[in-house]
């Protein structure tokens, strides 16, 4: 989903102001928008649970279309994201979740539901979120970089939408299918969905 933009009304409305007070450009964390003077971040995520954000919020240009057709050509796709954070509301985060994906048609083999996001493996992981593609690449795990405000700073191959996201994966499927022998490439996705 575009978290940043689609999350920005929600943001607004949770902090009484209108949308065109708060910046577009916002790094992780959401510091531009002075999220810590509402209750900082956990509460704001609970908001976007209490308000069904993960469930109404549109997925990312062409997404869906790309990862039904790498479906289709026996790439095995893996759902990697920590929502669980919020004690008491783990079941509706899950929840969400799931239902979002359904709704928007995205195939996935698995969904973990995981903080620490190298210990799942897979052959390719697609990430936004820096710590993430940090920890990532200190584990030796290939990562393409999921372009957004928060992570321009990180040198690394880089996407910045979903047709080119399916342009590598196929690339690299048939890199794995020829080296292994391999019916299927695991991609991990994590919150660029």
């Not at 083999?109 to 940090?134: H, M, Q």
């Not at 990532?136 to 047709?163: K, M, Y």
Request: net charge negative; with cysteine; charged share 30%.
């Amino acid at each position: 989903m575009d978290y940043y933009g689609a999350m920005k009304p929600y943001a607004a409305a949770w902090m009484g102001r209108s949308p065109e007070t708060l910046p577009d450009d916002v790094s992780y964390g959401f510091k531009e928008w002075e999220i810590d003077k509402f209750g900082g971040y956990d509460s704001l995520h609970q908001y976007l649970l209490d308000n069904r954000f993960f469930v109404d919020a549109p997925p990312m240009a062409d997404a869906p279309e790309a990862l039904r057709r790498l479906s289709n050509e026996n790439v095995r796709i893996r759902i990697i994201t920590h929502r669980l954070w919020i004690k008491g509301a783990h079941q509706e985060a899950a929840s969400q979740t799931v239902e979002w994906l359904d709704k928007n048609d995205i195939p996935y083999w698995d969904l973990c539901f995981v903080r620490d996001k190298p210990v799942v493996g897979a052959d390719l992981y697609i990430e936004d979120t820096s710590k993430n593609i940090i920890a990532l690449r200190e584990a030796g795990r290939p990562t393409i970089i999921f372009t957004n405000l928060g992570n321009v700073t990180l040198p690394g191959r880089r996407v910045s939408d979903w047709i080119e996201v399916e342009r590598i994966v196929r690339d690299e499927h048939k890199r794995w299918s020829t080296n292994r022998d391999a019916e299927a490439g695991l991609l991990a996705l994590g919150r660029t969905e």
